[in-house]
């Protein structure tokens, strides 16, 4: 096995060990970002020299005898989380040459596990999309078929662990965009609860919806990442100050006695694939024969969450991307002559066609006349689905559904076709909304080989139990253990 291909947990013990060094584990992923990342396009850009650097600081750290679960691993961050010293672009023309002056609370927080951040990893523009077709960078393809997307926001994180260009990456998600790319690269992606990871240093896209999570090879890197990067935050005020478990315990395979929820409205919505529904049913029959009991639920208001996030998401990037206007930082349209010109020319030839079409319908939606009949209606059904779920969690401990619609669709299927697009993540916006934790692992393949997610929802802090049955759905398959072949 090349060092790249290591789990996070695998390549802690040979560093614990003595058996390899934290240089050899750097030097090996970044020759395989060099041979590997031409055709895929995940990175925006490499820290080699720093990599090599804080590789050299953590075998150093070994050597003394200190090693945490992540000393030494090599991690990729998504593009949207601010790293100081080091290029921060959201994947957007308007800010393609900031360098962000402090490092994210994530960022600390790997720092002080002496983690090696290798680089930063390509998005959806702002995080707005589904695809990592909305990139200014370039497009990201997915490793299992070229031709296909990676899925997205966090289409480049998803793509770099899949195509063992790290060990592991930080995304974040606020409808989806953690948990549909996990689902077709099949790698693992967890979105935790709203405000058990601290978005401080986080580039706002919805900053009510907005997660930074984790994506990893397997579940018990999951639950190490995120074990690092949550906890209490005062400069987010959001943060919740609520203990950090230890969420390597709850990986146990023993789920005999679970209730698991299955939503009729997801299990028969319109669009969905039948090779994601057969994946799904036969991912229930596997956790039944564990001992896990299903019981049918209902999330009523389920069908209004791709509406009601459309309205709520784009009015909250109006507000957050109004500061984007030339005059403080970030690029400037110099041709204009006066202010008004500047601020219409930067805007509009700084952000790509998605973002506008976002921040347009947002301040739509805000605006005044039309509030009450968009955004605040908006908010009211968010209130409704919020109350589904709570239900929902009186009769299970955890909700299985699918993550995406399909597989992996081609590039390009979709991209002139925005409402299509919305569609894909049908499933994974309610967690947002609600503000739950949802996770995807994987659960099966297409007919043409592509990976497909198994959804997972919980309720409000109990990500241990989605990391369980995770865990226990892993050990008893061997999905996961499947990789793409790279011509």
Not at 193 to 215: E, H, N, W
Request: aromatic residues 6%; hydrophobic residues 40%; charged residues 20%.
């Amino acid at each position: 096995m090349k060092l790249y291909e290591l789990t996070i947990h695998e390549a802690h013990d040979l560093l614990r060990r003595k058996e390899i060094s934290a240089v050899e584990l750097t030097g090996s992923v970044l020759d395989r970002i060099r041979e590997i990342d031409p055709r895929v396009g995940a990175y925006i850009t490499v820290a080699k020299e720093t990599a090599l650097s804080r590789a050299a600081a953590a075998d150093r750290t070994v050597a003394e005898g200190r090693i945490g679960p992540l000393t030494g691993i090599p991690l990729a961050v998504k593009d949207l989380i601010c790293t100081r010293g080091l290029r921060t672009t959201c994947a957007s023309r308007i800010l393609e040459n900031f360098v962000p002056p402090y490092d994210a609370a994530v960022i600390e927080a790997l720092n002080a596990e002496n983690a090696v951040i290798i680089g930063k990893v390509n998005m959806d523009e702002f995080a707005m999309g589904s695809s990592t077709e909305n990139s200014a960078m370039g497009i990201t393809r997915n490793p299992w078929d070229l031709s296909r997307i990676p899925g997205g926001s966090s289409g480049g994180s998803a793509a770099a662990v899949a195509a063992d260009m790290c060990l592991g990456a930080l995304g974040s998600d606020t409808g989806g965009s953690i948990r549909q790319p996990a689902s077709h690269c099949g790698v693992v992606g967890l979105k935790p609860t709203y405000g058990r990871v601290s978005r401080y240093g986080l580039v706002a896209f919805a900053s009510s919806l907005d997660q930074i999570g984790p994506l990893t090879k397997d579940v018990t890197d999951c639950a190490l990442v995120l074990s690092a990067i949550a906890g209490h935050d005062r400069r987010d005020s959001t943060s919740v100050p609520r203990p950090v478990p230890d969420y390597t315990a709850a990986l146990r395979s023993d789920i005999a006695g679970i209730r698991i929820g299955l939503p009729r409205e997801y299990h028969s919505a319109e669009g969905l694939s039948p090779e994601v529904s057969s994946a799904v049913r036969s991912a229930v029959e596997v956790l039944e024969g564990m001992g896990a009991r299903c019981v049918e639920i209902s999330l009523p208001h389920a069908e209004y969450a791709v509406a009601a996030y459309y309205l709520i998401a784009p009015s909250e990037a109006s507000s957050n991307l109004a500061r984007y206007d030339g005059v403080k930082y970030g690029f400037r349209d110099r041709e204009p002559g006066d202010l008004l010109e500047m601020y219409r020319g930067t805007r509009s030839r700084g952000f790509g066609p998605e973002v506008q079409r976002r921040i347009i319908l947002g301040t739509y939606a805000l605006s005044a006349g039309y509030y009450d009949a968009y955004y605040g209606k908006a908010s009211q059904v968010r209130t409704l689905i919020v109350t589904d779920f709570r239900k929902a969690f009186d009769v299970c401990d955890v909700i299985l559904s699918p993550v995406a619609p399909t597989p992996a669709f081609p590039i390009g299927e979709k991209v002139d076709d925005p409402l299509t697009m919305y569609l894909s993540d049908i499933f994974t916006l309610s967690a947002n909304l609600a503000g739950i934790p949802g996770m995807s692992v994987p659960c099966g393949f297409s007919a043409e080989g592509l990976p497909i997610g198994l959804q997972l929802m919980g309720n409000h802090f109990d990500e241990e139990t989605l990391l369980k049955v995770g865990y226990a759905f892993e050990q008893a398959t061997t999905v996961h253990l499947k990789k793409p072949v790279l011509p």
